[in-house]
């Protein structure tokens, strides 16, 4: 049986086909007049029946990719949250005597960023630490190790990343058994270029938000700013990194199942 035979049908959203030339194929594309609408669409999509949660060795995994910007780590933890919310109300139904589990649960990809000392022992240090962020500054090995081990053994433990310091932590977050919905969120997940076209063929599903680049870059500089970097050093750190990387991330929209058309938040 289909895994799609475990979760919900499509809710009533506005869907549309998006018609990509080069690919000669349609890809939906999800969009409504507020974030919110399209979170609560796509937490409905995602709930699991009662076989999926019964089923020990249910998994069902979901690429969330798009720009820096796009709203990605927003989007993975409204749905989650919904879904843990709404899983409840569902759990009721089946006549179960104690509140079920969250069965949902966010990956991060940013947790597989290499490390500084890593970063430090490459033939150009200065220029690793400039374009940290780019796909050759993360582990897609380590990621696709992960995603094996989760799709094999139904729990992980992943690394975190820690803004503050800079650095990976370890087996900082830990994906159970009781988790049957995973969102994996990142820049580079839909990729075709060496383990990054290993690590795409891990999802049941893969998702792309959708947005102007020049939005995302403006949400990016905003980012940069709160953080402390003075508006000169942000704004080339964008014109550097941070919108090379996004070029390059819209271009593996096309591997898309479904694209979300992101709006301001």
């Known amino acids: 049986?289909?895994?799609?035979?475990?979760?919900?049908?499509?809710?009533?959203?506005?869907?549309?086909?998006?018609?990509?030339?080069?690919?000669?194929?349609e890809i939906p594309v999800v969009e409504a007049g507020s974030m919110d609408e399209i979170y609560d669409a796509l937490a409905i999509r995602l709930l699991p029946t009662a076989p999926a949660a019964s089923n020990p060795n249910f998994k069902y995994i979901v690429a969330l990719a798009g720009p820096p910007g796009?709203?990605?780590?927003?989007?993975?933890?409204?749905?989650?949250?919904?879904?843990?919310?709404?899983?409840?109300?569902?759990?009721?139904?089946?006549?179960?005597?104690?509140?079920?589990?969250?069965?949902?649960?966010?990956?991060?990809?940013?947790?597989f960023h290499l490390y500084r000392s890593q970063l430090d022992a490459m033939e150009n240090p200065e220029?690793?630490?400039?374009?940290?962020?780019?796909?050759?500054?993360?582990?897609?090995?380590?990621?696709?190790?992960?995603?094996?081990?989760?799709?094999?053994?139904?729990?992980?433990?992943?690394?975190?990343?820690?803004?503050?310091?800079?650095?990976?932590?370890?087996?900082?977050?830990?994906?159970?058994?009781?988790?049957?919905?995973?969102?994996?969120?990142?820049?580079?997940?839909?990729?075709?270029?060496?383990?990054?076209?290993?690590?795409?063929?891990?999802?049941?599903?893969?998702?792309?938000i959708d947005v102007d680049i020049d939005t995302a870059m403006q949400r990016v500089l905003k980012r940069h700013i709160s953080t402390g970097k003075p508006p000169d050093v942000a704004k080339w750190r964008i014109e550097y990194n941070d919108q090379p990387n996004a070029e390059l991330i819209i271009k593996s929209k096309k591997n898309a199942d479904l694209v979300i058309r992101s709006i301001d938040f």
Request: charged fraction near 20%; aromatic fraction near 10%.
């Open 127 to 208: 220029e690793a630490h400039a374009r940290r962020g780019a796909p050759w500054t993360f582990s897609p090995t380590l990621l696709l190790r992960c995603l094996e081990k989760l799709r094999n053994e139904g729990s992980v433990y992943a690394p975190s990343f820690d803004h503050g310091v800079g650095d990976p932590v370890e087996d900082d977050i830990f994906v159970s058994l009781q988790h049957k919905v995973v969102i994996v969120e990142g820049n580079y997940l839909l990729l075709e270029d060496g383990a990054w076209k290993d690590v795409s063929s891990m999802f049941d599903e893969k998702w792309f």
């Open 70 to 111: 796009a709203g990605k780590s927003t989007l993975a933890s409204e749905i989650v949250h919904r879904v843990n919310r709404l899983w409840p109300q569902k759990a009721s139904s089946f006549d179960l005597q104690v509140k079920p589990p969250d069965v949902a649960a966010v990956l991060p990809m940013d947790g």
């Open 1 to 25: 049986m289909s895994l799609f035979h475990y979760l919900q049908p499509p809710p009533p959203i506005c869907v549309h086909p998006q018609v990509l030339c080069s690919q000669k194929r």
